[in-house]
């Protein structure tokens, strides 16, 4: 191959390289952010089936008496 040949081969290795460098550390980033949303979510689903099951508790328990109500306020 010519030398020029080889140059250009190079030099388009090279922006490939390049190219791929950032893709990579774009998914990178994404990926950290989806990691982060996703034990978000975990906590979140968390307390929700925590007050679900205390929900779940008081029904069984049966209805709050009127004495223990506590009266709206306006």
């Known amino acids: 191959m010519k030398?020029?040949?080889l140059q250009?081969?190079?030099e388009e290795l090279q922006s490939q390289m390049a190219f791929q460098d950032?893709?990579?550390?774009?998914?990178?980033?994404?990926?950290?952010t989806q990691q982060q949303d996703l034990l978000t979510?975990?906590?979140?689903?968390?307390?929700l089936k925590q007050r679900q099951d205390e929900q779940a508790q008081q029904a069984e328990e049966g209805p709050v008496a009127p004495?223990?109500?506590v009266p709206p306020h306006y």
């Open 8 to 10: 250009r081969q190079l």
């Open 67 to 69: 004495v223990d109500e």
């Open 41 to 47: 979510l975990r906590r979140q689903l968390t307390l």
């Open 22 to 32: 950032d893709a990579l550390q774009a998914l990178q980033a994404a990926l950290a």
């Open 3 to 5: 030398k020029k040949e």
